[in-house]
């Protein structure tokens, strides 16, 4: 079992990114599995920020083999500016990443289409981040895809016109004014880079390495949370976040993952539209989106802010198989003398066991624990962080019968605590 699965266990923005580079380190090869760029991966070391959309955030480790899977949909203008920023040469990068043939394109139209879904629905918006990401998943199920491998074929314009086509006649249903040629020239730009890499079956790849003993850490996008199958649909996205998901979205078998590591934050955000339980739309509400740059990543959106809510991170842990807990933001909360959990929800006075499949309106239950005062940002030893801290934690780990061996005290590499 040389696959490992780290994902992230609420609505996205867990701290993804910089938990891979922080152990990337203990592996081989580091593999995206689903998504597309509405993921926005931040990672921070040398006091520079680095935001990932597209590309498995092992890239910063020259030694490590990088895949981007037949389950992640790839905007190729995005890819490009993400290449160019990133620093190394491309000749450079041709050599750290790989990229599945089978993984599906988002086209120009996807993105326009995205766009005049999300403005016909009205008051009813699900807070797209209007990346084609929707449209791109529909075709792919649709079976009228476009994929990575088709752009080495002598005859992909005359494919791609096909689908332009395809997706012109769509739009004449909306009233949205659009203008294709600004998408298209820097969509063929990034198509000529994507040529420069690696297109390969990337499965059988990762199958034949993992076999020889290399190990894959398998990179989730978004948030349990946000699962087609199990998030809280229709406000989801649109592929399976959970570590099924890295089964299908990588080609690999079941039987080949080890362990399973979630990412939760001290607290909760959540992105755009859809039920929040333990949101505060208050002054303690806005403290944490201070305190915790709860911006977006990918679109600079403000993020919804509230407690820990456990009964949703069971629910999540209980999907995913999850072996260890990595914990992030537990500096934001410092400096509140009371913090509340929230352990279940109330649905009109009765107790709700399980997490609703509809939108319905439930009420939390809290119970609330003691703060604790301390900067704990220059903290490495887990044995020296604030007694209640430690505290919450194993109120934690009680709740959900899972040990946290990760506490991360800040967003740089190195402002993270492993605990045995």
């Known amino acids: ?34 998504g597309g760029p509405n993921a926005g991966h931040s990672l921070e070391f040398n006091n520079v920020k680095h935001i990932l959309h597209l590309i498995p955030s092992g890239i910063f480790h020259p030694e490590k083999l990088n895949i981007i899977g037949n389950g992640v949909v790839i ?34 139209g996807h993105r326009i289409l995205d766009a005049a879904y999300e403005n016909s629905k009205g008051c009813l918006k699900i807070g797209s981040t209007l990346k084609g990401i929707g449209p791109a ?33 769509m739009l004449r249903q909306y009233d949205f004014k659009f203008d294709i040629k600004e998408y298209e020239a820097g969509w063929f730009e990034g198509i000529e880079l994507l040529k420069k890499f690696r297109i390969l079956n990337t499965e059988y790849l990762i199958n034949e390495l993992t076999v020889k003993g290399m190990k894959l850490l398998a990179e989730g996008a978004q948030g349990t949370m ?22 299908t979205g990588l080609g690999v078998s079941p039987k080949s993952i080890g362990e399973v590591f979630g990412i939760f934050k001290a607290y909760c955000t959540r992105v755009g539209s859809g039920p929040f339980p333990t949101e505060l739309n208050d002054e303690t509400g806005n403290s944490l989106r201070e305190l915790g740059h709860e911006f ?23 999907l995913n198989g999850v072996t260890r807990l990595f914990m992030t933001k537990g500096d934001v909360l410092s400096g509140f003398s009371t913090i509340k959990v929230c ?72 402002e993270t605590i492993f605990r045995k």
Not at 88 to 96: A, D, G, M
């Open 1 to 34: 079992m040389n696959i490992d699965i780290l994902l992230g266990l609420q609505w996205g923005d867990e701290g993804k990114g910089k938990i891979v580079d922080a152990i990337s380190p203990d592996y081989d090869i580091v593999a995206r599995f689903q």
């Open 75 to 108: 905007d190729p203008a995005v890819f490009k500016k993400e290449i160019e920023n990133l620093g190394p040469s491309v000749e450079e990068l041709t050599k750290r990443l790989i990229i599945s043939a089978r993984a599906n394109l988002i086209l120009p």
């Open 137 to 169: 998943y529909t075709d792919k199920v649709a079976r009228n895809g476009l994929r990575a491998g088709e752009i080495l074929r002598k005859d992909f314009r005359e494919l791609y016109n096909k689908h332009l086509e395809a997706h012109l006649s």
């Open 226 to 247: 946000l699962d087609i199958d199990f998030g809280s649909y229709p406000f989801v996205t649109s592929s399976n976040t959970i570590s099924a998901g890295a089964c």
């Open 296 to 318: 977006g990543s990918t679109t600079g959106r403000p993020r919804r802010c509230g407690w820990l809510d456990l009964h949703a991170l069971k629910y999540a842990i209980m």
């Open 343 to 414: 352990t279940g929800y109330r649905s009109e006075g009765k107790e709700c066991l399980e997490i609703p499949f509809t939108d319905q309106a439930v009420e939390p239950v809290y119970t609330e624990l003691p703060g604790w005062e301390e900067n704990i940002s220059e903290i490495r030893e887990f044995d020296k962080l604030p007694k209640n801290l430690r505290s919450y934690i194993a109120f934690v780990e009680k709740q959900t019968g899972v040990p946290v061996t990760m506490v991360s005290v800040g967003p740089d590499r190195e």
